[in-house]
């Protein structure tokens, strides 16, 4: 199984000079980790999840969303086009010729209302460093720090561990969202600058995992069980998708697999949520699971009693 896919080459260039392909920075989040903190997004995934709510992380590449809603139809982004890959309907909505877009960044750049926005900038570790510093005071207060997320962070390895490094030196609680898809090897050069890591566990069955996200979850089981012993604090992170791995048998493998790794005793349940399906049309995607609907509330808390008898203390929720 290829495990370090580079996209083109985007993951070997993303590292190269201390820079990396950045989505997007979240200030002031409560969310992946404890207090008030910096979520760092970066591009590049190595799963194909059909529930991902972040579609625009999974290329290294960038990519160019279209929001059509906000278009008024004056013409300035199919001016500037040199490829000529922008349309004016007679609606007046602007669309994008993908196959012609060679995503300049021209039409996002002259676009006044905001409807066209280029998704993925490179970074240096510097830019990383000054942009969480200005938040130093809420994380003091609060108990923060800053979370790497994505997309698949260890797909970037280099320059995610240069960034943990740098924001650990600088005094920062540092965490991680990973589904920890990477080699040993590398995975490990990790460990020593987290406070926390937050690991994803979506199926515990390897075919059934193949088959829902691209990739055996061999690799990742293996990791998370080499983690643990180096004593790295770990909360589990188990998405929970209706129809797809909320079956009890899952659940149940799930429990004897984490008896097994102790010392887990953290696990959140991150119900599904349908917030990042109109990202797919902005992206001239189609959406997998369209008309999915969440869990009940109800059902989740079943849920999570049953992980609670199972000695978890159990979040519903990130």
């Known amino acids: 199984m290829a495990i370090n896919k580079d996209f083109g080459g985007w993951n070997k260039r993303s590292v190269r000079g201390g820079h990396g392909t950045v989505s997007s920075i979240q200030r002031l989040a409560i969310h992946d980790g404890p207090g008030i903190r910096t979520i760092v997004f970066l591009k590049g995934c190595s799963l194909s999840c059909p529930w991902c709510s972040s579609p625009e992380t999974q290329s290294f590449a960038r990519d160019i969303l279209f929001y059509p809603e906000r278009c008024l139809g004056c013409g300035s982004c199919y001016e500037v086009c040199p490829e000529k890959a922008v349309r004016i309907p007679a609606q007046g909505l602007g669309r994008i010729d993908r196959s012609r877009c060679t995503i300049c960044g021209r039409c996002a750049e002259n676009c006044y209302p905001g409807a066209l926005r280029i998704c993925g900038e490179r970074k240096k570790i510097e830019e990383i460093s000054k942009e969480v510093e200005r938040d130093r005071v809420f994380y003091s207060n609060s108990g923060g720090g800053v979370t790497i997320s994505g997309g698949e962070p260890l797909q970037q390895i280099e320059f995610t561990t240069a960034v943990l490094q740098t924001c650990k ?150």
Not at 188 to 215: A, C, N, S, W
Not at 248 to 261: A, D, G, W
Not at 296 to 306: C, D, G, P, W
């Open 169 to 318: 030196a600088a005094g920062f609680h540092t965490a991680l969202e990973t589904s920890g898809v990477q080699s040993w090897e590398l995975f490990r050069t990790i460990l020593p600058y987290l406070d926390l890591l937050l690991f994803d566990l979506k199926q515990m069955d390897p075919e059934k995992h193949k088959k829902l996200t691209g990739v055996s979850n061999e690799l990742i089981l293996n990791n998370l069980k080499k983690a643990l012993a180096t004593g790295v604090q770990t909360i589990i992170r188990f998405p929970v998708i209706p129809g797809l791995n909320d079956q009890t048998e899952n659940i149940i493998s799930m429990c004897k697999f984490l008896h097994q790794v102790n010392p887990i005793r953290r696990l959140d349940l991150l119900p599904y949520h349908q917030l990042g399906e109109p990202t797919y049309g902005r992206l001239g995607r189609r959406y997998l699971l369209e008309g999915l609907e969440p869990k009940a509330e109800e059902e989740l808390i079943a849920m999570a009693e049953v992980f609670d008898e199972e000695g978890f203390e159990v979040q519903i929720g990130g």
